[in-house]
């Protein structure tokens, strides 16, 4: 599965961004999908997860409420639309595939996309 992510930009606090990241190759439904981020400096962080039917979704804490994860099967895309940006939200987010149920660290993860670069100012 090769998986690209965009939509990222610089928005100001309290501002909102969709993140959309496409998947090709291998066929995509059967992949849990997730949304990691990482801050320079920091280790790379979980940030939203869907099941590959969509059914169920599970969110770090910091971004529960404000984030949303979304995927459509029939486009091969998932997607991350943010709410309430704050400047700690600030890093590069990546999307991720995952062939099973395990999906809260990096290493759960076989697939991944670039990363697509969000900046929020105060």
């Known amino acids: 599965v090769q998986l690209q992510a965009f939509g990222g930009g610089l928005v100001q606090a309290g501002g909102s961004l969709r993140l959309s990241c496409a998947a090709s190759g291998r066929a995509f439904s059967p992949y849990y999908m997730g949304w990691f981020r990482q801050a320079p400096g920091k280790e790379r962080e979980f940030v939203a997860a869907?099941?590959?039917?969509?059914?169920?979704?599970y969110y770090a804490d910091s971004v529960k409420g404000r984030f949303t994860i979304s995927r459509d099967n029939a486009k091969n895309t998932v997607y991350l639309q943010m709410n309430s940006l704050e400047p700690e939200d600030t890093a590069a987010y990546y999307c991720?595939?995952?062939?099973?149920?395990?999906?809260?660290?990096?290493?759960?993860?076989?697939?991944w996309g670039q990363g697509t670069q969000v900046t929020v100012s105060s």
């Open positions: 869907i099941s590959w039917s969509g059914g169920s979704t």
């Open positions: 991720a595939a995952a062939r099973g149920y395990l999906i809260r660290i990096p290493s759960d993860y076989q697939y």
